[in-house]
């Protein structure tokens, strides 16, 4: 009796002692699907997040391009030439906006050697040829990537002819010499080193068409090399006056330059320009944005128009 006493009381203990494992089995399940599911629902709603934030940083930049249309806009109806001291010019500065900032800015890109003047069907193509060549050799390129360059947007048969004067641009409407859609596409050409390249970035660009250098917006390795004889304390003043006071017709700023500066090529000079890069970056939470285009202004009637335009 007593041994069967003893065999029920163990019993019921291991009864008892499994239901109370399996008790805190079930809790401890309950509370991994718990943890699981919230878990789950911190990672969707941080995705949920994150998507909302990087919508509204691309909606942001992207506006942003449409402001700086707006600011060219009103700037191309209030102004005939363009400067460094008109609003336009200055940068928009790391901004906070509501959970992030926003900056921005425009560049000229008529203040640098546009490369698709050089072309063989080129009014300017004489004028830009001599004007790359004394950038590049005062930025110290080396002369193999000064050749490979022009070579680039050379037509052979120019090799036969005794001058390229204006009577010989109709014998290459017909080249096979194609226009250069970016400068980093030159990194592909052959002999041109990549120091040229970072040397010369700052002040070369790629435009769809031919366009003047604006003297007012111009840099000055670039202006010096449109100035052949000028000196660099006369060069220093010239750009002093332009800061005090910007030049409002290439007749000005003719007579405003030194004695020593000769047979300056008019055409390949402006004080306007037409063609500007836009830079927007938002951030948005922890998203991020950036937003760029090309912009070119068109008749004083119209917006500018969107040259290309990426939104990352």
Known sequence: MKTWKHCSLFSLQRSRGAALILALLVAAFAAVV??????????????VEARRDYAQAKTLSSAGIQWAR??????????????????????????????GMIEGGIVDLQSRINLNNM???????????IRFRALARSL?????????????????RENTLASLQESNRKLFQDTAVVPLFDVGELAAQADV???????????????????PLNINTAGRDTLKASLPGIGNDELTQLIERRSATPFPDIESFRKALPESVENIEEAALAAESRFFQITVRVRQGNAQSEAQAVLRRNDKEQWPSIVWKTVE
Do not use: C, Y
């Open 119 to 129: 072309l063989p069907h080129s009014p300017l193509r004489r004028a830009e040829r």
């Open 34 to 47: 718990a943890v699981t599911l919230i878990t789950d629902e911190t990672r969707w709603m941080a995705g």
């Open 70 to 99: 707006h600011i060219l806009f009103e700037d191309q109806n209030s102004n005939k030439i363009d400067h460094l001291r008109e609003s336009w010019a200055f940068p928009l500065p790391a901004t906070p906006i509501e959970s």
């Open 193 to 211: 080193s990549a120091a040229a390249l970072r040397a010369l970035a700052p002040h070369i660009i790629a435009l769809p068409t031919v366009t």
């Open 140 to 156: 110290r390129v080396d002369e193999a990537s000064i050749t490979a360059i022009v070579a680039r947007f050379t037509d052979p």
